[in-house]
């Protein structure tokens, strides 16, 4: 078999094994015999035996054989059918049911299932930020916009701006794990038609048995209004949250790659790891990239995804299916081993606060340029004249520095100098000493994400006892 390469380098134990051929068949196997249990409740004539027969094979499965079989009908779901029923000694699967009643629920399943486990992952992700973000609030870090310097900020606000990001789109995950709908029984153009003959027209019977599939599958609840395929923009949503969700460790980690470039941060580097195979003294950020490629192979199956939503016939067919069956387990395995691989990151990852400072030091004066607009304004200046000033003087500091025409940075001493600004040295001088103070709200605001980030955590079960394996 060709391997998948996001499943067997990247994605979790766990994750393959919702996606995997064998799972995907005891799966089936589960919801046929949930369908026939339901019927049995309901009046059907359905024997004992035979339920407990599928039961005791359910676990037998035999790819080759059902390859064989599909050889031969040219049709993947007819050969499950046969294969299954020849284990058992048995016919009665699939009674009323179309192909779409067993897959599409199935493959709903696998999807719900997948949701489930990345919602924990993602708690834990959460988890592990506001940590971060605790441990770095109170660091000062020159802030850059454009990746230019700007303004002083700390690295745990720097944190907890992308983290807080991750909480948005956690948000949406929950609220489409709680309101996420199956297709349910619903016949071959979602009349339900042949449970009706089954059942002999009774309705009641016919939306009790869909109700216990719905139970068995877990969702919350079934379409009411579906053909043969649910609509394929629930395909959609769910690649798009991937996405979303992302989003946010996407840009720490282009982050991080960028700070690492300037050796005031890393992913973290351990022993014996080697950064290049030609210059020993290399420490890449390769996880970071990593992650930043995941994201890069999600967005590329979000446009596979949106070209199926709109665009199904009638009640429904099967053009999707050759696509879905490569977005939909590959989208879970980009995500899942982009969430194994953030959080090695976030539990590796090392600021050098010794680098941090020398920074701030380098840039404080600019960094607080703002704050003397500021102060100049409510001293009487006009903003604008205030700002031209205050630029000129900026521009021609910074050139002398990088020319070499001044050793130190004296931009204040410029503007203490300049009459057209109504500061006098002593308020420049005050500015300056309180430079490193001048943070805004980064430390409220770094604490407002750790709170709601560990309250997002402590609702999710498994979250906090989550521990990643170990990653290529």
């Known amino acids: 078999m060709i391997p998948n390469v996001l499943a067997e380098r990247y994605a979790s134990p766990a994750m393959r094994d919702i996606w995997s ?20 409740a309901l009046g059907l004539d359905l024997p004992e035996e035979a339920i407990e027969a599928y039961e005791s094979v359910k676990a037998q499965v035999n790819l080759a054989s059902i390859a064989d079989r599909e050889r031969l009908t040219r049709h993947d779901v007819k050969a499950r059918i046969d294969e299954f029923c020849a284990l058992a000694g048995h016919q009665q699967v699939h009674k009323g049911m179309t192909s779409r009643d067993l897959t599409e629920n199935v493959e709903q399943l696998q999807v719900f299932r997948s949701l489930e486990l990345v919602r924990t992952k993602t708690a834990s992700s959460l988890l592990l930020l506001a940590k ?27 944190i907890a701006m992308f983290g807080e990001e991750l909480l948005a789109g ?80 996407s840009s720490l980690a282009k982050t991080l790659r960028l700070m690492a470039g300037h050796e005031l941060a890393s992913e973290g580097f351990l022993p014996g790891q080697v950064g290049s195979s030609a210059m020993p003294h290399k420490m890449n950020s390769r996880s970071c990239e990593r992650v930043n490629g995941f994201h890069t192979i999600l967005k590329g199956h979000l446009t596979m995804a949106s070209g199926l939503a709109g665009d199904q016939w009638n009640e429904g067919d099967v053009s999707c299916s050759v696509v879905r069956r490569i977005v939909l387990p590959d989208a879970f395995f980009a995500y899942d081993g982009l969430l194994e691989t953030f959080l090695t990151i976030l539990g590796q990852m090392e600021a050098y606060p010794a680098v941090v400072e020398s920074e701030v030091d380098r840039y404080l004066p600019f960094l607080l340029t703002t704050t003397v607009l500021m102060e100049a304004v409510k001293a009487g200046a006009g903003r604008e004249e205030a700002h031209q000033v205050i630029k000129e003087h900026a521009l021609q500091t910074v050139r002398d520095l990088r020319e070499g025409r001044v050793a130190r940075n004296d931009f204040f001493d410029r503007l203490a100098s300049d009459e057209r ?52």
Not at 25 to 35: H, K
Not at 148 to 155: C, E, I, K, P, S
Not at 446 to 469: C, M, Q
């Open 21 to 40: 051929a064998e799972g995907r068949v005891i799966l089936e196997r589960e919801y046929w015999i949930a369908v026939m249990r339901g019927q049995q």
């Open 132 to 158: 971060r973000a605790d441990e770095y609030k109170s660091l000062p870090l020159t802030g850059r916009t454009h990746n230019v310097a700007a303004q002083l900020t700390t690295f745990g606000k720097r």
């Open 170 to 249: 956690f948000a949406s995950l929950e609220r489409f794990v709680e309101t996420y709908a199956a297709r349910g029984l619903k016949g071959a153009v979602g009349t339900q038609l042949d449970q009706l003959t089954l059942f002999e027209g009774d309705s009641k019977r016919v939306a009790e048995l869909e109700s216990r599939i719905v139970e068995h599958l877990g969702m919350a609840s079934a379409f009411t209004n579906v053909g043969q395929v649910y609509p394929r923009s629930l395909d959609l949503e769910t690649v798009s949250l991937l996405c979303q969700l992302a989003s946010g460790p």
């Open 421 to 472: 600004l109504p500061l006098d040295r002593n308020a420049l001088l005050g500015i300056e000493a309180n430079g490193r103070s001048t943070l805004g709200n980064a430390l409220p605001q770094a604490e407002h994400f750790i709170a709601r980030a560990r309250e997002a955590a402590a609702r999710t079960p498994g979250a906090a006892e989550y521990r990643v394996g170990q990653i290529l």
